[in-house]
């Protein structure tokens, strides 16, 4: 797990575990490990790879829910949403110069609070831009996301970073200043619910930047 102070972490058993994963990548496909994925949460491969490769060429932002419910489950629940290298963060903002933060608190926000929303309170972000590590600005959205859970939802709720998946001392500079940044409130996040493939979804509407 990451060392970042994003990470609170706790020993109790009874937490339960959720994870917020990107949908794919530059290729535009399917993340290469969805078969896996599909076994463990009882989905048919085919159709996880057409719920993520939606994710992936659609034209919004929009997010996947998972969810094991048998006792003991490792992860109760996973989302998986719009990569930086989707079609929809291209259409919202410069798609891989300047971060887009409107994109990345909204999809964030939206990934963990559905896992809280289902019990989660110890859960695992990988980068927006699968592939590299967190950015700057990606990760400050994380401090707003987690704090904002924290304050709105459930103050228990810890994040992990995927080790190896930040450079640590970005991360450690960030969070010794974050009481430095104008830390945001939270904006209301438009959402829409939907049925996909039998699967979750929500579609998550992020205005487009000038």
């Avoid at 463990?40 to 790879?49: A, K």
């Avoid at 949403?81 to 989707?86: I, K, T």
Wanted: glycine share 8%; aromatic share 8%; net charge neutral.
């Amino acid at each position: 797990m990451g060392t970042s102070n994003v990470e609170m972490d706790t020993q109790a058993s009874s937490v339960l575990h959720g994870r917020a994963c990107t949908a794919g990548g530059r290729s535009g496909r399917a993340r290469p490990d969805t078969s896996a994925i599909a076994e463990y949460f009882s989905v048919s491969p085919d159709r996880l790879e057409r719920v993520l490769t939606n994710l992936e060429t659609g034209d919004q932002p929009e997010i996947a829910i998972l969810q094991n419910t048998a006792p003991g489950a490792k992860v109760a629940a996973a989302t998986f949403f719009s990569s930086a290298w989707s079609k929809s963060y291209a259409n919202v903002g410069t798609p891989y110069g300047k971060v887009h933060r409107d994109f990345h608190y909204q999809c964030l926000f939206s990934a963990i609070a559905a896992l809280v929303e289902v019990g989660c309170e110890s859960i695992r972000v990988e980068p927006p831009m699968s592939g590299h590590l967190w950015r700057r600005d990606a990760y400050i959205c994380l401090l707003e996301v987690v704090r904002n859970i924290q304050k709105n939802m459930n103050r228990r709720a810890m994040v992990h970073l995927e080790l190896g998946s930040y450079h640590a001392r970005m991360v450690e500079t960030l969070d010794r200043e974050r009481d430095d940044y104008d830390m945001q409130k939270h904006r209301p996040v438009g959402t829409g619910m939907r049925i996909f493939e039998g699967l979750n979804m929500r579609t998550v509407y992020v205005e487009k930047s000038l």
